[in-house]
C-alpha cells in the first residue's frame, strides 16, 4: 500500500478542473472574449504556481477509510529531486509518536490485494480529470458551463462528459488570483459512482498546492482522505 500514494503530484497544487453541473449555469462559447481572458489568467496563474513547487517540500498524510475503521494511514514527507520527479520519505514506519504505516489489520489477504489494485487504478484514473496538459484546461472552459456570483469574487465552471458519458465536473476559480480554489468530481470507475472533492491553499507567493482531498467511493463504503501541508521553502 505505501506506492499507492508515492505519486501525491497527481493530485497537487497544479490540480484543475472537476465537477457538478451548476443550477443555474451560463453557457460559455468557444472564442469569447470573456473566456479566453480568464484562460489566459488562469493558464498564466498554474505556470507560476509549477514553477515555485520545485522549490518547496511538504508532507502529505494519507487515509483510507472502510465504513468507521481506518485501514491505513501513511504519513510523507516530499520534495522535488535533482531529475525533477518527487521523493517521499515515510515518517510514520518508525517512531513511538506515529501510528505504524502499512498495517491493514482483520481482512483477509485477498482483500487487502484487491483494495490496492483497485486504489492504483482509481489513482491514475483520475489523474485524467487534472489536465495534465494546460491547453486541456483551456479547452474545458471553453466548452463548460459559467457563472459568475455577485456576491462572490469567483468563477465557477461546470461541464460534463470529460473523460466519460456523463461525468460531471465543477471548477471554482479565484477571481482576481485567478488560482483554483475547489474542484468536484462525480464519476464511475470499474463500475462504481466516484464522488471526488478537493480544496486548495494559496501561499503569498501565489503557490497553489491541494490541501486536503477526499475520494467516496460508495458503493465500497470506502474513502480516501488525502492532506498536503507544511510547505517549506529549499
Not at 472502510?66 to 520519505?89: A, H, M, R, T, Y
Request: aromatic fraction near 12%; include cysteine.
Amino acid at each position: 500500500m505505501a506506492q499507492l500514494f508515492r505519486n501525491q503530484l497527481l493530485l497537487r497544487c497544479s490540480f484543475l478542473g472537476l465537477i457538478v453541473l451548476l443550477s443555474w449555469p451560463v453557457t460559455a462559447q468557444e472564442g469569447s472574449p470573456l473566456v479566453k481572458e480568464i484562460s489566459e489568467k488562469v493558464l498564466a496563474a498554474r505556470l507560476a504556481s509549477d514553477a515555485l513547487m520545485p522549490h518547496y517540500s511538504w508532507t502529505t498524510r494519507s487515509e483510507v477509510i472502510k465504513g468507521k475503521e481506518v485501514l491505513n494511514i501513511l504519513i510523507e514527507k516530499n520534495q522535488f529531486g535533482p531529475d525533477g520527479k518527487i521523493i517521499s520519505k515515510t515518517l510514520n514506519e518508525q517512531g513511538a509518536k506515529m501510528p505504524t504505516a502499512f498495517l491493514i489489520k482483520d481482512i483477509a489477504e485477498e482483500e487487502k490485494a484487491s483494495i490496492e489494485k483497485f486504489l492504483y487504478g482509481l489513482r491514475d484514473f483520475l489523474h485524467q480529470y487534472s489536465f495534465p496538459d494546460p491547453s486541456q484546461a483551456c479547452r474545458f472552459m471553453e466548452t463548460a458551463s459559467f457563472q459568475k456570483p455577485d456576491t462572490i469574487k469567483e468563477f465557477i465552471f461546470s461541464g460534463r462528459n470529460v473523460v466519460l458519458p456523463d461525468d460531471n465536473m465543477k471548477w471554482w476559480i479565484d477571481g482576481e488570483l485567478y488560482n483554483t480554489t475547489k474542484t468536484e468530481v462525480l464519476t464511475t470507475f470499474e463500475g462504481d459512482e466516484i464522488r471526488f472533492t478537493a480544496t486548495f491553499i494559496t501561499l503569498r507567493n501565489g503557490l497553489t498546492y491541494m490541501g486536503y482531498a477526499e475520494m467516496l467511493i460508495p458503493a465500497k463504503n470506502m474513502t480516501l482522505q488525502i492532506q498536503n501541508y507544511d510547505y517549506t521553502p529549499e
